[in-house]
């Protein structure tokens, strides 16, 4: 069992910068494979992002490369969503989720229903 517990959302104006962190607790961090997904205002879960167990690899939605970045600590339990130039249309929750059984960075780590774990989530909002 992985607790994900998601912070940093908020408001921020168009261009605006977030940080958003998820600190997981339970079994073994390293193990798991962390993506970070999003869900816009009435739409399904949108993939965002995926970092490999070692930090080493990262793959992005189109929607997010260049502006986004996907970091984690393992020694902290902590993974990261550095989120650069907002705009109004990354307005959403944010969620970051944890599988243990993914074993690369291929298109199936960019479908929610491959993730096990997931936490609460935490509002973005880019105003415009």
């Known amino acids: 069992q992985v607790q994900l517990v998601e912070s940093g959302g908020g408001l921020v104006q168009t261009g605006g910068s977030l940080r958003l962190s998820c600190v997981a607790s339970?079994?073994?961090?390293?193990?798991?494979?962390m993506g970070w997904f999003r869900q816009p205002p009435g739409k399904e879960h949108e993939f965002v992002g995926v970092?490999?167990?070692?930090?080493?690899?990262?793959r992005y939605a189109d929607s997010v490369k260049g502006r986004f970045t996907i970091s984690r600590d393992n020694a902290k339990g902590t993974v990261y969503l550095q989120m650069n130039n907002l705009k109004p249309e990354d307005t959403a929750v944010y969620s970051c989720a944890a599988d243990v059984s993914i074993l690369g960075l291929t298109t199936s780590s960019s479908w929610a229903k491959e993730y096990e774990y997931w936490g609460q989530g935490t509002q973005v909002t880019v105003s415009s």
């Open positions: 339970g079994r073994t961090y390293s193990n798991y494979v």
């Open positions: 970092i490999s167990r070692s930090g080493g690899t990262t």
